[in-house]
Nanobody, 118 residues
Framework: QVQLVESGGGLVQPGGSLRLSCATS????????MGWYRQAPGKQRELVAH???????NYADSVKGRFTISRDNAKNTVVLQMNSLKPEDTAVYYC????????????WGQGTQVTVSS
């Protein structure tokens, strides 16, 4: 069974940083693009960052210049480095394999909560 395990969330002040990690199995990771998504209370889930197997990245305009997605192929892990965090970044963050828009290939994991507040 496919598992996507997100970690690294927490409470941080505005302007702070967090580093999220997503672990999955090698059979999924090596041949697929990976995406980080988030869902804030009362809002739809959105794709915030995407990385191809070759390392090409793409970001939502709201996080461009502040978030960086990377992948460690040896560890089957995708990382989201989040800097200059804002209260509007508060959400549950998830990783998955993108299909189209917010359609994804696998069941969602539990996600990791990120709260940006003073």
């Amino acid at each position: 069974q496919v598992q996507l395990v997100e970690s690294g969330g927490g409470l941080v002040q505005p302007g702070g940083s967090l580093r999220l990690s997503c672990a999955t199995s090698g059979s999924i990771f090596s041949r697929n693009a990976m995406g980080w998504y988030r869902q804030a209370p009362g809002k739809q889930r959105e794709l915030v960052a995407h990385i191809t197997p070759g390392g090409t990245t793409n970001y939502a305009d709201s996080v461009k210049g502040r978030f960086t997605i990377s992948r460690d192929n040896a560890k089957n892990t995708v990382v989201l480095q989040m800097n200059s965090l804002k209260p509007e970044d508060t959400a549950v963050y998830y990783c998955n394999v993108p299909v189209s828009g917010t359609l994804v290939r696998y069941p969602w994991g539990q996600g990791t909560q990120v709260t940006v507040s003073s």
